[in-house]
């Protein structure tokens, strides 16, 4: 409102421009006006703002107002310029005044999340609130700088492709005629010698690689088949 009076309407009178400003607080600010006793020399546009100013803003506890400021801490996803601004926002009721620079590196060095930055101020000589606030947005770069660089292997490293074992293969339509044969095999093998039996269930199943077993096993049974005879 106060840029509207300054602005387009600097050149109007002052009963339009108090005009102007009932119409825009509304019935309740209307109310509130019409309650107050007014000289001539009140009804200027400027102590029209003062006294609504005056009417509207709480009174303040400066107790009150340096506790928030002192307990302030900086927010996790809060960057260090983000938490300077609060602090200074704080700081304009405290009622600092030329002290109010050096409280607000002081706050910076006590609530920041970062104890890289703490640290670091606290090995400088009575830093000025810009030079910390410089040591302070460095640290803060390079830190997101690391983090960026650790992501993007983590990343790699997952997209990294596994090499897998290999898997023997087996063919599902040969295995009932196998089971069919092996069940014929079983009801005839107390018609058919043991030396007989392994070289047809191995060359049944793998004769490229069990053949070779399969014929020493024969051998070894037909040398071992006089002793049981003999017994």
């Not at 992501?151 to 293969?169: F, G, M, S, W």
Request: with cysteine; aromatic share 6%.
């Amino acid at each position: 409102m106060k840029l509207l009076l300054e602005g387009p309407l600097a050149d109007k009178k002052d009963k339009k421009k108090e005009a102007y400003f009932l119409i825009n607080i509304g019935q309740q600010g209307r109310d509130i006006f019409n309650t107050w006793e007014k000289t001539d020399a009140e009804k200027t546009i400027g102590n029209l703002f003062e006294k609504f100013k005056f009417y509207c803003t709480p009174k303040k506890r400066l107790t009150t107002l340096r506790y928030r400021f002192n307990s302030r801490q900086q927010a996790e996803s809060e960057t260090i310029d983000q938490f300077v601004t609060a602090l200074k926002l704080l700081a304009e009721g405290c009622e600092f005044g030329d002290l109010q620079p050096s409280l607000i590196r002081d706050r910076v060095i006590c609530g920041t999340k970062e104890c890289s930055i703490k640290e670091r101020l606290l090995q400088e000589d009575d830093p000025t609130l810009e030079k910390a606030l410089k040591i302070a947005r460095s640290l803060e770069a390079s830190k997101l700088d690391l983090s960026s660089m650790g992501t993007a292997v983590r990343v790699h490293a997952v997209r990294a492709p596994r090499k897998e074992k290999p898997q023997l293969k087996t063919n599902s339509r040969q295995l009932p005629h196998i089971l069919k044969q092996h069940q014929h095999q079983k009801h005839s093998q107390a018609q058919t010698p043991p030396s007989e039996i392994l070289p047809q269930l191995w060359k049944s199943t793998a004769p490229s690689v069990a053949m070779p077993c399969a014929r020493s096993n024969v051998q070894l049974l037909q040398k071992t088949e006089p002793l049981q005879k003999d017994v």
